[in-house]
Structure formats: C-alpha cells, structure tokens
C-alpha cells in the first residue's frame, strides 16, 4: 500500500491552522454561553413580571368576593327578614312587612347579585340549627334561577357549615378550592369552586350563615391561559396537586386517582414547606419557570407559569451563524500567515531530515556531515547530536550482541522456574487451567489434577476428546456463560463465577468454585485465552443446603407461635369487649324490669288502655332494639377478615367506641374524637383490635390514677391517627417496652402483656404502617400512621 507523504511544513501549516481554530472556537463558545445566560434572564424576567401582575388580579378578585359577602351579610332586607322569622306572627313592625315580602326581596337581591357577578354559581342563605337552606339561587350555563322551597336541602354536615358557624361576627371563612359535589360524586362537567361564607347575627346570637359558591374558571379569567403559545399556565393547592393545568389531564387529577404533582414535576418541596412567596428558574430542559404563592384564608394556592424555548432557539440560532463567518474569516487568515511562516522555519529541518534518511539506508556505516546546518538554535543542537550519536551507533552494535546472549540464557533459567511451579498444583486438589477463546472453552494447558476433580485425564482435554463446555451441568451453562460475556463485555480482568456444578466421567456432581482471569493482547487489546484455577466445594455445599432446611423449620416454627399469639390477643380484646357489652346493657335490662315491676300497679290504678299498651309495646322495643344492637357492633367487631379491604377509619373507630360508650360514660371518662376521615386498605376487625387496646389502656390508667376531668383524645389528620389521654403518662424506664411481649405496667391477673405487642404486629406488618408512643406533658399519646396510596 502506498502511503502519501506530507511535508513538514505543510503539517506545522495544518497543526498552527488547527490551534488557531480551536483558540477562536472557544473564545465563540464562550461569548456565545454569555450570550444565551442573557437571553435566559430576560426571559425569566418577562416571565415573572406576567405572573406577578396575573396574580395581583386573582388576589384582587379575592378582594372583590370578600366585598360582595360583606355587603350582602349587612342588608337591611336581611335584617328585616331575621327580625320577621323571629316573630311569632312572620310580621316586622319596623318595616311593615311580613316574612314572605322580606324572602322575595332577598331573593332579588340574591338574583341581582348572580346577575352581575358571572363566577358566582350559587348564592345561599342557611338557617340554623339545622342546617336547612332558606333562599337559594342558582346560575347554570348563564341560567340565574330562584330554586323552590321544596328543592332545598339540608346542610348541616357539609364542612363548610361547621367551619362557619363557629367565627365570630364580622368573620369570614374561605374554603379551599374543590370540585362541585352532590352527595358526594363529582358533578360533571367538572366545575372547581371556591366558597365564601360569614356567620348572621342577630342580638349577639347567630342566625344562619350566607355562603357563596364561586367558579374559579370564570374568577380567576383561567380561559385566557388555555392556549397560550410558548408559555404554559398552572394553579395548585398547598400539596401540590393541580387545580388548573394547560393539559386538561392534570387539572383536579388527585380527585380521580392520578399521580399528578408539581413537586415531582420541578422538585418544589422545600419551596412549598418554606415562607418563600416566590421562586423562579430554568429547568433541565432549559425552559423558565416562576411562581408564586397567593394568600386563601388560612391557605395558599401557588400560581406558575413556565416558558418554553422557542424564543432563546431563535436568538441562539442566529448569533451562531454570524459567529460562523468571523470564525471562518479569522482562521482563513490565520491559515496563510501560518502557512508562509512554517515554509521559512522549517526549510533547515529539511536538511536534517534529509541527511537523517541517508543514515538509515546506511544503517550508520557512511560519515555524513553536518557543517553546513549553523542555525543557532534547537534544529543546530539536533544536528550536532545526531553525528554523536552516528559515532556512537557501531560501539552500541557490538554492546547488544554480548546482552542477546546473555538474554537468552536468562530465559531458559526462568522457563525451568515455571514447570517446577505448575508441578505444585499436580500433587494438590485445585486445578490450574488454560482455555482457550473458543465457543467450547476449549483447553490449552491443565494440571494433573483434573483427574482427581472429575475423573478425565488431562490428555483427553489437549487432545480436544473433550471439551470443558461438555462437563458443566446443562442447568448451570447458560449462567456460566453468561457470567463470561458480561465480563468480557465489561472489559474485567478477574472473573470470579458463582458456584456451579460439574459432571464426572461417572455422572455424579461436584460444585466448584472458579476463579479466571481474562488475559488480553498487549497491543490490540483483544482477548486471547483465559487462565484460572477450579477449586472442589462439593463438602460444603451439601452442608449449606442442611443449614437452609434447619432454617426453613426455625421459621415455620416461629410463626406458628406468631399465630397463637394473635390468637392470644383476641381473646384478651374478647374478655374486654364483653365487660364492654355488660355496661351496655346493664342499664336497658334495669329499664325493662322497672316497665314490667310496674305493670301491676298501673293495672290496679286503672291507666291501662289501648294507647297505654301502644305505648308501652313501643318504649319497650326501643330498648330491645338498642341490646341487638349492641350485640350486632360486637359480632362485626370479631368477624374474621379474609381479606384486605378499603374501610373508613372514622367509622371504624366510631363502631369501637359505640361499644366501649357505655363503660367509659360509667366511669366519667370524655372522649373527644374528630378530624377528617380517610380510607386505608386492609382488615378492619384487626384495626379496630388496636383502637379497642388503646383506649381500654388509656381508660384502665385513668380509672388507677383516679383522674379527675378524665378524658381520651382522638385526632385524624393527615393519614394519622393520635389516641391522647391524661392519666399522668408511662414511667420513662418502661416506655421502650411496652410493645415487647408478655410486659405490662397492670398489676398481676389485670394483664397480659399480650394488647400492645399484637397492636405493633399488625400495624406494622399487616397493613404497613407504624405505631409509636410518647409522653405528653398530660398523660400518653400513640400514633398510628398510614403511607399515602402511591
């Protein structure tokens, strides 16, 4: 092959043209970097201008409902209709009006106001103590009607009833924002809602509330934002869940059990969890981000945009091209400036370079000057040190021909050292092999002692009789091999493979270790042969596999005694629950022997009559009634689970304590439970185990302690369920042991030791959650607490 050969100065041409290059590329590079640093902040500037002044406008519409709320609470016709509703008569003397003119003005009222403010979707006065709406307008598709008498409903459960009626006058509560229900099923086409509500009072005493329901679509002018180009639009609560999204599929996706969330999204949790108002930055995908939180009552919603980079793209695009043509013009003449002044530099190199062939071809035996080559310079001390080193070349010929010699003595002392060494591993148990890189793994070299491992000779494996491939178990050499390809792949120098087994010549199996190393071409770095040594564990595996059975056998045995345990654990909550039961009926029993003891003195006084057994028919069943109750509660509370299930946990805990009610109120003790209800998946008599150990706990410490004002707290919240009482709390050198088994704080005969340990078991293992206790400055405080569904 022939090979094209380049002048010297062309290559220091190329090389300086090369250098150049590079110098103004990445001084380009560099303006070009601060130049798109530049585009970014102006563009996150713009960005954050946008949002701040979009959300001023939301917290002005804030400002304009809390207005209209205020303005509404304080009408005169609302004054006058209180006043008439609190006459015997429905007559105000102050107005001269009857309570049906005051209720058609308020409606009016009410419909004007839906008329002008189009995001209102419901106006509502609602009277207590029921709950029951009085006046109520609607406004549907742009449809403002007055809703009937016989239309409207109760709301005395629904939370924002309660939150109400508990503010002072003058107070405002504002909900957070949700999607539009009716008995609990979302309301299609969805439509997201906030409500507005103050208390009515009339003479220090509240009267009612009147609420506002709001759509935020049209609040909040989000239809502008739906189709913005280059920029994307998105509102969330203070979890992070998307309240409006530009993509339809992540607007209120919580409610319909899709894991949608900002935090994920931009990785936003300090900023949520923090006082910080705002936040702005680009993200891995280089697009703007910026947001900010708005101020919802006790809450706040985080209002965001992100901008895409279509604007920095088209700025980039085209500061490159005009960097492209300084770049070109800069190194074209760097290119020609070079090129001249290498031809001047390098014209004596070429000289050397000359005369450095001509002794080559010699191999050094011609004399060659150097006299004409005075540059004064690096290329004259190379000149001078070639016709040295030519001098010296014949001297250096004779001093290699004595080392060869010597070498190759050298070599056949040390060839002698190598077959005393491999002799070792023939009179020892390893196997010192030599493979070849071939799909068989054919043998090179192996020792002497492959005949003790497996039963062939070392002569049949060198002559290629047998291959290794062929002794390895059928089951294990697919892994084998694939131990060796990940190695090789992975470029390793040591492989050591997993156990695996052998075939001897007589079938049986041996397990052995491998221990390889892959030995590679110096040069082109391709594998050659692999070298390694095979070790017999054949003793100890069969002890492993006994030691697993042993194991196996300890584990079975252990959970036959978990099960006992639970067992245990049952019965103890059994012997609870029907002291429970005995509280319960104790006083309905009594009541029915009074009813009947009674009987005969009420006939001799002559009052029985057919309105008198009616009477007494219906007393009586009540009472029976309330006892199959009770023994229905107790008989739900044991049914065995078979499976796990979604249950409510405030009406489980509430089924407990229905049972438990009679013998706390027995021994004065106030139980206070509340929070917001959540669902877990899992068997709900065991739970209900757990809360029936607590509470008799608390209730059995407080009796012992003689603690007066007793009472048992119990708060759902966030996935969290805290059972507090204040019977003085758990001695701090006991605390840690309470969920061990068999301990207990009661005196002898009074427990078992067994409430609280079972109570960890299935918390933790049966419906994956946690159970701790701790000290409070009143009494003790267990939490359980429940991972959020992912």
């Known amino acids: 092959m022939i090979v094209m050969k380049i002048k010297l100065s062309t290559k220091v041409a190329l090389g300086s043209f090369f250098v150049a290059g590079i110098g103004v590329f990445i001084f380009a590079l560099l303006s070009y970097n601060q130049m798109t640093e530049y585009f970014k902040e102006n563009m996150l500037r713009n960005l954050s201008n946008d949002i701040e002044s979009n959300s001023r406008d939301i917290e002005q519409a804030i400002v304009y409902i809390r207005e209209d709320i205020k303005i509404l609470s304080a009408s005169n016709t609302l004054m006058g209709y209180i006043r008439a509703s609190k006459n015997k008569f429905h007559y105000d003397s102050v107005d001269n009006l009857k309570l049906e003119d005051f209720k058609e003005q308020l409606q009016e009222e009410f419909y004007n106001q839906a008329e002008h403010s189009k995001s209102y979707s419901q106006i509502r006065l609602i009277g207590l103590p029921n709950g029951k709406e009085l006046i109520r307008v609607d406004s549907k598709n742009n449809n403002i009607s007055i809703v009937s008498d016989n239309k409207l409903q109760k709301k005395e459960n629904r939370y924002y009833f309660q939150k109400t009626i508990f503010l002072k006058e003058g107070e405002i509560f504002l909900s957070k924002i949700d999607l539009n229900k009716e008995h609990g099923t979302i309301v299609f086409p969805i439509v997201p809602t906030i409500r507005i509500s103050m208390p009515i009072y009339h003479k220090n005493k509240i009267f009612g509330i009147i609420i506002i329901n709001i759509k935020i679509n049209k609040l909040f002018n989000l239809h502008k934002y739906k189709h913005l180009k280059g920029k994307n639009i998105s509102i969330t609560n203070s979890k992070g869940e998307y309240l409006f999204h530009n993509n339809i599929d992540k607007t209120f996706s919580f409610e319909f059990q899709r894991d949608f969330n900002i935090k994920k999204d931009y990785k936003l949790h ?20 910026y947001a900010r939180k708005i101020t919802l009552g006790n809450d706040f919603i985080v209002f965001t945009g992100n901008a895409t980079n279509i604007f920095l793209q088209k700025q980039s695009s085209e500061y490159v091209k005009k960097m492209f043509i300084y770049l070109l013009i800069v190194t074209l003449f760097i290119a020609v400036f070079s090129t001249v002044l290498t031809k001047i530099l390098t014209a004596h190199i070429t000289k050397l370079s000359y005369r450095a062939k001509l002794i080559a071809d010699t191999r050094g035996e011609q004399n060659i000057s150097f006299a004409d080559i005075q540059t004064n310079d690096e290329i004259g001390d190379l000149a001078d040190s070639i016709e040295y080193m030519v001098k010296n070349l014949n001297q250096s010929k004779q001093e290699i021909a004595k080392f060869a010699s010597s070498l190759e003595e050298e070599v056949q002392k040390r060839t002698k050292e190598q077959e005393i060494l491999l002799s070792i591993f023939d009179k020892g148990e390893a196997v010192l092999f030599k493979w070849n890189n071939d799909k068989d793994w054919s043998i090179a070299s ?11 000779k070392d002569t049949e494996f060198l002559s290629g009789d047998i291959v290794y491939a062929e002794c390895i178990h059928p089951d294990d050499l697919s892994r084998v ?66 030691l697993e059975k042993k194991v196996a056998k300890g584990i079975e045995e252990l959970r036959d005694k978990d099960k006992l345990l639970t067992e245990q654990s049952k019965l103890a909550s059994m012997g609870e629950m029907i002291g429970s039961i005995a509280h319960q009926w104790r006083q309905p029993l009594n009541e029915l022997s009074i009813n009947i003891q009674n009987l005969d003195d009420d006939y001799e006084d002559g009052i029985i009559d057919e309105k008198f057994v009616d009477k007494f028919i219906v007393d009586n069943t009540d009472v029976i009634n309330f006892m199959s109750n ?28 229905s049972i438990q009610g009679a013998q706390l109120k027995n021994y004065d003790i106030e139980v206070l439970f509340s929070g917001d209800n959540f669902e877990i998946n899992g068997f709900k008599s065991e739970f209900q185990q757990v809360i029936l150990n607590i509470v008799n706990n608390a209730k059995d410490a407080l009796v012992a302690n003689n603690i007066k004002n007793a009472k048992i707290e119990i708060l759902l919240k966030d996935n969290l369920i805290t059972i507090a009482d204040n019977a003085g709390g758990i001695a701090d050198d006991v605390i840690e042991r309470i969920f061990e088994p068999y301990f207990t704080t009661k005196e002898q005969g009074k427990g078992t030791g067994m409430g609280l340990y079972m109570s960890s078991i299935i918390i933790r293992d049966n419906m994956n959650g946690t159970l701790n206790v701790q000290n409070t400055k009143d009494g003790a405080k267990f939490s359980i607490g429940f991972k959020e569904d992912e």
């Open 270 to 289: 300090s900023f949520f969890n923090n006082n910080t108002q705002q936040i702005g930055f680009y993200d891995k995908d280089n697009q703007a981000f």
């Open 446 to 456: 192996v020792s002497h002692s492959i005949n003790k491992l497996i039963g062939f």
């Open 481 to 546: 091999t694939e131990e060796v390809e990940n190695a090789v792949k992975n470029k390793s120098y040591f492989l050591e493979h997993k156990p695996y087994r052998l075939l001897t010549k007589d079938k049986k199996i041996k397990w052995v270790h491998d221990y390889t190393i892959l030995v590679r071409d110096d040069i082109t770095q391709k594998l050659t042969y692999f070298i390694g040594y095979l070790t017999d564990i054949t003793p100890l595996k069969e002890l492993n596999d006994q």
């Open 630 to 657: 009770t023994i229905d509660d107790f008989r739900n509370f044991f049914r065995i689970d078979k499976t796990k299930e979604f249950f409510s946990i405030k009406e489980a805990i509430s089924q407990t304590l």
